[in-house]
């Protein structure tokens, strides 16, 4: 405390000056003389004409009379102090220096001293004061004495000393004693020395000039010794004499007093007196006043100031978040309690508030379901890290186990259950549903073989719930179907079916569908018949759809065990349906029909297909095989009709040189034997090394028989490469045909070798494209894929052969894997446009989109999306796909509308990685949009869906805290960034990198006084 506080308004103590000496009297024989009348004078403090007259005795007088001239120089001096003269010190040193005996010199040295004090020239009273013998003073000038020096020292700053001249007179009776006690005791006081000053200032309570004043130090040293009711039973009274400021001060101490006996009512109002009168209170203060209004119940008083003080990485901001977590829990506030209790947590000053407020925090967490990261699991686990022995710990498990069973992120409590070694029987059934449901959403995403791997986790625990059991393995079943492992599929989906309860399941309603596919993939017919008959007899609750594909098969399975009456009659349900896969069953019943000889119906049905479906990839098989049914009929003009039309209307189709040929034959049967001939040569000129050329040199060399030309027909086959030479074309067959045999029975090593050296030895072969083909296939199951792609591009250079499309795929498929995105879309056109089958179909548009997508070309994935998003029968995956696909390349190409309408038809879910990147940018573009109410509801919907998806989840949280940002809620961003910084475990996407600049960008834009508050919080103004 700064000295001048204190001191008071003692001026009088300053200016007490005792006579220097007595009046001197003088014999009549001295009046006259000049000392004496100097003497005269001075006694009349007539100074001015005394020291005259001394310094004219001492010029000219008798200087035989040393006393006289010693004495004239000292009352001269005495008087030149007394008029404060310039030349005082002067004279008196001079003195003292000229008059070392005088008796005088001690008084002279108490002059100086005295002069000094009264000049208020401290420093120079002491010097002169400690030259004194102070045992040479008379008594009655020994206590002014004392005073003198010790105030001198004390307002000097030596303090100590100042303890010691005062201490000489505190305890005995002068007038010097009362001042003497208050700054001994003032001293005391700021020396810390409290009960010396309380005893000094009780002392002088009654005092008439310091009664007044020492009260209010009393009060001020019972506050330091925390004498809470000395200072209540004081402190009121006071309030009545003091003035503003000291009373002020007063509210202070006696709330202090209230607060500190926890009497939070009797407090309140006096701390609410200090902080209006106080010029600035402290945080400290702030925070009473906000305590009190909790206490008493008055929560959102209590909440607005204990905001105001601010965040700081210290004991109180701990005690603040905790307090204002309670304040917000008590108004039913749970996600703002959340995070005061978080903030509170995360502060290490006092060990029990961080374990309250990290329960507290974690409870809420589980309580308000709001853990995109899974941070209700981290706070659990971390109590329980921290504090094993807690009384709660048995609660804590049982939360935990609480949040594991109803967490959608279960990769984070996945992670979590990892973590923990030796688990109870409790977190082992957590670990089984955790792990379940966690391979369900990588099975959503495609992710088959992280799928399995999640299933297997889960029926390590397969004791605990039968359900869970029993549908891990019918989704491993199907996970293992989607990869083509049928046989681990059927294994699955048989045991599935025969366990206890799986019959109540809904997955039981498609086991039978699946094991079906499983044995029809297998080559099983017989058992894929099986299951999709029982399949189609108890099923209940199945789209519409799946029944009539089931029903599809079934006609299969009776069509590829010739039984084409039940055939025909299970295609016939599906052209009833009149929707799914309609134009395959007509084309398969025609067919059907005419294996069963009657052409007549074959060729009614294929001609209804072609009516009702004009635009099916079976129209030209459909008028392919009615030619060939008319010329069963020998209604030859509309066979050779429809031969005419496949090769003017579908002139990249295999059909065509089919088509030539049997114009060649049909000529042949009506004796046109020339335009067979010339229908013939087309197809062995034009489609070398065919299963077609073959055909027609067979055709060609019957027809020259029939002319009885045969020389002529050996005359053109010597102008063709590899036909010339009979032996050698016998060899060309035996060789290709040891090759293809090696081929088709799985002997693929050897297979390669024949086929190389048939190629390499008739390269012109008349099974060259054949041969091409089955070697792409042998070397492409041997990894060698360059070479086979090589082959594969080679026979997709030949138009019309019966590898075209499979060669299409191959490539294309190949250049994909490669990542020459450009390519393969080149490829996935060509196979568009010859494709025969939906099915092909599907592959080429699918492959379009995906290779447009990759190779960055946004206009070409838009027209891709665009013809499956047109087109019937597509699967609703490839839909979806398409349409988030079409979303994000109008997104790059800042056709933002387009994108906004795309992506809300994705963004139905956040469980795929499409619907999720979907959802953000729904949110993304509204904002964008400046509609931030729009996009703040969208990032709602998202949290509440509770995505597996962290990278968008994360970016959804960036999305929110920029929109903050711009409403001017720097407290919300603050919070939302924070909550990223501190849960968010991936840290090389870019999010965290992100988020530390913008957590910079809000420090460098607060205002100065705020800047050294680093925490802030969201639950303030949202």
């Not at 926890?262 to 009168?277: Q, R, V, W």
Request: charge should be negative; include cysteine.
């Amino acid at each position: 405390m700064n000295r001048n506080k204190f001191i008071l308004i003692f001026t009088f103590l300053l200016i007490f000056v005792l006579p220097v000496s007595s009046q001197v009297p003088f014999t009549a024989k001295e009046i006259g003389s000049e000392f004496y009348r100097g003497m005269e004078l001075f006694n009349k403090e007539k100074y001015p004409a005394a020291i005259r007259l001394f310094d004219s005795f001492v010029r000219d007088g008798d200087k035989s009379n040393l006393i006289l001239v010693a004495d004239a120089e000292y009352y001269s001096s005495i008087a030149a102090l007394k008029l404060f003269n310039p030349d005082a010190e002067y004279r008196m040193m001079m003195f003292i220096y000229s008059h070392p005996e005088s008796p005088r010199i001690n008084d002279a040295r108490l002059e100086l001293g005295d002069y000094f004090y009264q000049n208020k020239n401290y420093r120079k009273a002491v010097i002169y004061y400690e030259t004194v013998n102070r045992q040479e003073l008379k008594s009655e000038k020994l206590a002014e004495y004392f005073f003198r020096l010790g105030y001198s020292l004390y307002i000097k700053g030596d303090q100590s000393r100042a303890l010691l001249m005062f201490s000489e007179i505190k305890d005995i009776d002068t007038e010097y004693t009362p001042p003497a006690v208050y700054y001994f005791s003032q001293i005391a006081y700021e020396q810390k020395m409290y009960q010396t000053a309380l005893e000094g200032f009780i002392r002088l309570k009654e005092d008439e000039t310091f009664g007044g004043v020492v009260p209010f130090y009393i009060v001020q040293i019972l506050y330091l010794q925390k004498d809470y009711d000395g200072i209540l039973s004081m402190a009121p009274d006071l309030l009545k004499s003091a003035g503003k400021t000291r009373a002020v001060e007063l509210y202070r101490f006696i709330g202090d007093a209230y607060y500190s006996k926890e009497n939070y009512k009797e407090a309140l109002p006096y701390l609410e007196k200090y902080s209006t009168g106080a010029k600035a209170s402290g945080r400290e203060d702030k925070y009473q006043l906000g305590y009190c209004y909790y206490k008493t119940g008055e929560i959102d008083k209590a909440i607005k100031l204990l905001l105001e003080i601010g965040a700081k990485n210290d004991l109180l901001s701990q005690n603040i978040w905790n307090i204002l977590g309670d304040c917000y829990l008590q108004k039913g506030d749970k996600p703002r309690s959340r995070l005061a209790f978080g903030e509170a947590s995360i502060l290490n000053f006092d060990k029990k508030i961080k374990e309250e407020s990290l329960y507290n925090f974690a409870k809420l967490t589980y309580e308000t379901a709001y853990a995109p990261f899974g941070e209700a699991i981290a706070a659990f686990q971390e109590y329980i890290d921290l504090y094993p022995g807690s009384k709660r710990i048995q609660e804590v498990y049982d939360y935990l186990v609480g949040t594991l069973m109803q967490i959608k992120n279960y990769k984070a409590a996945l992670a979590a259950l990892d973590k923990i070694g030796n688990k109870d029987s409790r977190l082992e059934e957590a670990y089984q549903k955790v792990g379940f449901f966690r391979g369900l959403e990588l099975f959503k995403n495609l992710e088959f073989e992280a799928s399995i791997s999640m299933f297997d986790k889960s029926l390590k625990y397969e004791k605990y719930n039968m359900q869970i059991r029993a549908r891990s393995i019918y989704w491993r079943g199907e996970a293992n179907y989607r990869l083509g492992h049928y046989e681990l599929a059927k294994e699955d989906y048989e045991l599935f079916m025969g366990l206890p309860g799986s019959i109540l399941l809904s997955e039981y309603n498609l086991v039978r569908y699946n094991l079906g596919y499983t044995f029809f993939n297998l080559k099983d017919y017989t058992n894929a018949l099986t299951n999709f008959k029982t399949f189609e007899s108890g099923v209940t609750n199945v789209k519409p759809e799946v029944l009539v594909d089931a029903k599809n098969r079934i006609a299969d399975c009776y069509y590829i065990a010739t039984s084409y009456a039940s055939a025909i009659d299970y295609y016939d349900k599906v052209i009833t349906y009149g929707y799914l896969d309609a134009d395959y069953a007509m084309f398969q019943k025609g067919f059907s029909l005419g294996l069963i000889n009657n052409t007549k119906g074959k060729i009614d049905v294929l001609t209804a297909l072609m009516q009702k479906f004009p635009s099916s990839t079976f129209v030209p098989d459909a008028i392919f095989e009615r030619g060939r049914a008319y010329l069963v009929l020998e209604d030859y003009k509309k066979g050779e009709a429809d031969f005419n039309t496949i090769i003017s209307n579908y002139s990249g189709s295999s059909f065509v040189p089919r088509s030539i040929v049997q114009l060649g034959l049909l000529y042949y049967n009506l004796g046109e034997n020339e335009k067979a001939i010339s229908q013939y040569k087309k197809v062995i000129e034009n489609y070398k090394s065919t299963p077609e050329a073959r055909d027609a040199m067979t055709g060609l060399r019957n027809t020259y028989v029939d002319l009885n030309e045969v020389d002529t027909y050996f005359a053109y086959v010597k102008t063709l490469d590899g036909y010339g030479d009979i032996n050698l074309t016998q060899k060309d067959s035996l060789l290709y045909t040891s090759g293809e045999n090696l081929f088709m029975t799985g002997k693929y090593d050897k297979a390669t070798d024949v086929l190389k050296s048939y190629i390499s030895e008739f390269p012109n072969g008349s099974f060259r494209q054949n041969a091409q083909y089955y070697l792409a296939e042998c070397l492409r199951s041997a990894g060698n894929n360059e070479e086979a792609l090589k082959l594969y591009i080679a026979v997709s250079g030949e138009p019309n052969n019966q590898f075209l499309e499979q060669s299409l795929i191959a490539a294309s498929s190949m250049l994909y894997d490669k990542e020459d995105y450009s390519a393969s879309l080149g490829y996935y056109e060509k196979l568009e446009k010859v494709s025969s089958s939906d099915a092909n179909t599907l592959i080429a548009l699918k492959g379009q989109l995906n290779s447009a997508y990759q190779a960055g070309d946004a206009q070409k994935t838009i027209i891709a999306a665009g013809k499956i998003n047109n087109s019937a029968n597509i699967p609703e995956e490839l839909v979806r796909e398409a349409t988030f696909m079409s979303a994000k390349a109008n997104y790059s190409l800042n056709n933002f509308d387009d994108a906004l309408r795309d992506f809300r038809k994705v963004a139905t879910e956040v469980t795929s990685v499409e619907g999720a990147e979907s959802k953000y940018r729904v949110a993304e573009l509204l904002n964008k949009k400046d509609k931030p109410a729009e996009a703040e509801k969208v990032i709602t919907e998202f949290i509440d869906q509770k995505t597996p998806h962290q990278y968008w989840m994360a970016r959804v949280f960036l999305l929110l805290a920029d929109i903050s940002i711009k409403k001017g809620d720097s407290l919300q961003a603050r919070a939302t960034l924070q909550s990223l910084k501190d849960y968010y475990a991936v840290d090389n996407d870019g999010v965290l990198d992100e988020v530390k600049a913008k957590l910079n960008s809000l420090d460098e834009n607060k205002p100065e006084t705020d800047k050294s508050d680093k925490v802030q919080s969201n639950i303030q103004q949202k």
